[in-house]
């Protein structure tokens, strides 16, 4: 497969600039958010590839809202983030999941229509062993876009259908960044050598059945009868040769997601006796998650209900997802449901 799957060379900045010019009421200020994210995943970019050298890897003596151990990496990733989005004038309001409430702006810098929620680094636990790792984020316009005022936690618990954009950076053999504001699905790839995101994958397509399942099968002697019932059924022989699936687990959500964007199948991530309400969270994670599956033609859903249609409780609310290919995905939900 080619390093760049597209006829011609195209940057993110002119993606995005191109983009824009397709709405005539747009004034831009959009488009400047997006590159001002683009200069903070650059940044984390660079300094996970110098993490062991920096001096960046391993724990803190700090554990986060989750109660998890936190790790270096992820406070770097977390202020580096806000450095670079606090002073643009977009935001009125950021949250992420490193963080027990919302992080207001800075009173001396201008409250804009936006409104940024983000996992700073998704896969803390694989930093340590050089595991590819991530960054997601979604961006929601502020329930009262003609406020100048501070934003409210009421702006960051909105339901995932009214994202405006959605994306995460894979850190990995090299950084991607794929993302979507409604219309595809597109995936770029940093070239160190000029410092840039060049579009490689253009409105990327999700297989509508795959061969791939992702799960943390550690847990199955938790999961529910139909969840395991379905599991056996994936490795059940078939006699079209549709079957028997294969397990691919890497236990970060953005290098499963992805890997599942491309090759089709179903990522799980369950409810089950320790964690009855799953452990994904719905805001920095499974929300944005979704928007990128669905816009990819996929499905995401949490063995019931879409995603996207749940209107978050909290900040750190967790939910049970099931997100892939459209047949995968109903055909779990039948398993979870009968």
Not at 28 to 44: C, T, Y
Not at 243 to 254: A, E, F, I, K
């Amino acid at each position: 497969m080619p390093i760049v799957n597209m006829s011609k060379l195209i940057t993110i900045e002119r993606h995005i600039v191109e983009a824009g010019a397709l709405h005539p009421e747009a004034t831009g200020e959009f488009s400047r958010l997006l590159r001002d994210f683009m200069l903070a995943l650059r940044i984390v970019a660079r300094d996970v590839r110098r993490a062991g050298l920096n001096d960046m890897l391993g724990m803190t003596e700090d554990t986060n809202v989750h109660g998890e151990n936190v790790k270096r990496l992820d406070i770097h990733a977390n202020e580096v983030i806000f450095r670079s989005m606090d002073h643009g004038g977009h935001l009125c309001v950021m949250a992420s999941e490193e963080a027990e409430s919302i992080i207001p702006i800075p009173d001396e810098y201008r409250k804009g229509k936006y409104v940024l929620v983000f996992d700073p680094l998704d896969g803390s636990s694989n930093i340590d062993v050089n595991v590819s790792i991530g960054t997601i984020f979604s961006i929601y316009r502020r329930i009262d876009e003609s406020s100048v005022e501070a934003g409210t936690v009421e702006d960051c618990l909105q339901p995932g259908w009214k994202q405006v954009a959605a994306g995460y950076a894979m850190y990995g053999s090299s950084t991607q960044f794929v993302y979507t504001t409604g219309d595809g699905v597109d995936v770029f790839t940093f070239d160190p050598t000029i410092g840039e995101f060049l579009l490689t994958f253009e409105k990327i397509r999700i297989p509508e059945r795959g061969k791939i399942y992702s799960v943390n099968s550690g847990n199955a002697h938790k999961w529910s009868p139909g969840l395991r019932e379905y599991v056996t059924h994936l490795l059940r022989p078939s006699d079209d040769g549709c079957r028997p699936y294969s397990l691919r687990y890497v236990g970060t959500m953005v290098a499963d997601i992805h890997r599942t964007l491309y090759y089709g199948g179903i990522f799980m991530y369950p409810a089950d006796t320790s964690a009855p309400t799953g452990k994904l969270r719905l805001v920095y994670e499974v929300n944005p998650m979704a928007f990128i599956i669905e816009q990819a033609g996929g499905r995401a859903t949490d063995g019931k209900n879409r995603i996207m249609d749940v209107t978050p409780e909290s900040l750190h609310q967790r939910i049970p997802c099931f997100m892939g290919s459209t047949q995968d995905v109903l055909e779990v939900e039948s398993y979870l449901n009968t």
